[in-house]
Nanobody
């Protein structure tokens, strides 16, 4: 059973930075895709950044392009989300997700339905 454990959340001032980590365990084969999602109170879960673990291709929501960077360390089985220039609207619970299905060209990187493993989340709060 794949387990994902996020860490690194916290409270920062606008313009600050945080790095989220997601430690993965319990799998024999690396998930095909991994991603970061976020959900603010009263809002739907939003895909923030995703990576195709086989080739390293990355995808970002327009709202975070140029500010967030997703990366992976396969040796450590850890996914990262480096966040710079944080804004109050980035405030949310951030979740790590993984997919064990190879959707090939049909993958929708920001669609939560395409991920079958989820972490418990880590809170990010950005104050103005």
């Amino acid at each position: 059973q794949v387990q994902l454990v996020e860490s690194g959340g916290g409270s920062v001032q606008a313009g600050g930075s945080l790095r989220l980590s997601c430690a993965a365990s319990g799998y024999t084969y690396t998930p095909y895709y991994m991603g970061w999602f976020r959900q603010a109170p009263g809002k739907e879960r939003e895909g923030v950044a995703s990576i195709y673990t086989g080739g390293g291709r990355t995808y970002y929501a327009d709202s975070v392009k140029g500010r967030f960077t997703i990366s992976q360390d396969n040796a450590k089985k850890t996914l990262y989300l480096q966040m710079h220039s944080l804004k109050p609207e980035d405030t949310a619970m951030y979740y790590c997700a993984a997919s064990s299905t190879n959707y090939a060209l049909g993958w929708q990187p920001r669609n939560p339905d395409y991920y079958n493993y989820w972490g418990q989340g880590t809170q990010v709060t950005v104050s103005s």
